[in-house]
């Protein structure tokens, strides 16, 4: 069945106590709105609705599922709702709060905190190449706080990336939009295409599910800090694992960020997941202060003082 697009919720709509205000996003897996709840807080929702087994033409409500589609459709909505449920146990503030679940419209719906700020993937695009070491670090740090909550409850991440990284106005990481659920339903349905994200997953993804682990997520990680400092998408592992075309961080940034920052990002990026940091507490101490980069971000600073020195006195 050929992926189609599928007509969202209309803004107004009710729906077990809560207001549709607008879309948010559409992806092949859900339709994300904005929504508002009986005290008329705002609140995210997020709806079960693949594009490969499912149809929702403009003006109706409920999806048309073929028949040879609906055992495949009904295992994914089982997913999702058990992934919401999972969540929904955690309390973490680098983890995005699930707070309702429910089925309507012959569907599940996921009810989440609204945040307010934007993506890392949207910083990315506005301050390319002028990130500091010290604010990743402290980011990603922060993310794997949460990180370690979420696979300390036996869960995965298995879509993390700069989009699914958000960053609250005062720059609070929070992680959302998990792809468990669509890397389940992926997998025990091969007639489905990949779901996950190319340049970010790891190359578990491409393969059997029983070698995804807590190392995946680290994976998605290092590729997601290498896009911070490179702008743009990394290599594919699929395509790292035919042919490495991938600069090394530790080559391709030498000299403008500290050995060691570049060495922990080539180290979760391993494409043997056993030579990655094998948890996210590992890898939040790797990511921990070094003297190295404070000395560099010092030498950097007295660099760039010196050269305003001199342009002041040449004019």
Not at 136 to 161: E, P, Q, T, Y
Not at 233 to 262: C, I, V, Y
Request: charged letters at 25%; a positive charge.
């Amino acid at each position: 069945m050929a992926s189609q697009a599928n007509s969202a919720l209309p803004d107004g709509f009710q729906i077990e106590g809560y207001t549709i205000v607008r879309q948010l996003s559409m992806g092949g897996f859900s339709i994300v709105y904005l929504a508002r709840d009986a005290e008329g807080q705002d609140v995210a929702i997020k709806e079960y609705l693949p594009n490969s087994l499912a149809l929702r033409s403009a003006g109706e409500i409920q999806p048309v599922i073929k028949a040879e589609h609906l055992g495949a459709f009904r295992y994914g909505l089982k997913c999702f709702f058990e992934e919401g449920k999972a969540l929904s146990r955690l309390s973490h503030p680098n983890v995005v709060r699930v707070s309702n679940f429910f089925r309507a419209n012959e569907t599940v719906y996921m009810v989440m905190d609204y945040e307010h700020g934007r993506t890392l993937q949207e910083f990315i695009r506005k301050h390319q190449g002028h990130i500091s070491e010290r604010f990743l670090r402290g980011i990603f740090a922060r993310l794997l706080n949460g990180l370690r909550i979420v696979h300390s409850n036996k869960l995965l991440h298995l879509d993390l990336k700069p989009s699914n990284i958000y960053l609250r106005t005062d720059n609070t990481p929070v992680l959302i939009d998990f792809g468990a659920a669509r890397q389940t339903l992926q997998i025990d349905t091969p007639m489905l295409k990949p779901m996950y994200t190319p340049g970010f997953a790891s190359p578990e993804h491409y393969g059997s599910r029983d070698n995804l682990g807590p190392w995946s997520d680290i994976y998605s990680i290092g590729a997601s800090l290498y896009a911070c400092l490179a702008g743009t998408t990394p290599q594919a592992a699929n395509e790292r694992q035919k042919k490495d075309q991938m600069p090394k961080a530790t080559n391709r940034w030498k000299g403008e960020f500290s050995a060691h920052f570049l060495e922990t990002i080539d180290n979760c990026l391993e494409i043997e997941h056993e030579n990655r940091p094998q948890s996210a507490y590992s890898l939040q101490k790797m990511l921990s202060d070094d003297d190295e980069m404070i000395e560099m971000e010092a030498s950097s600073r007295a660099r760039g003082w010196v050269k305003k020195m001199l342009r002041k006195f040449r004019k």
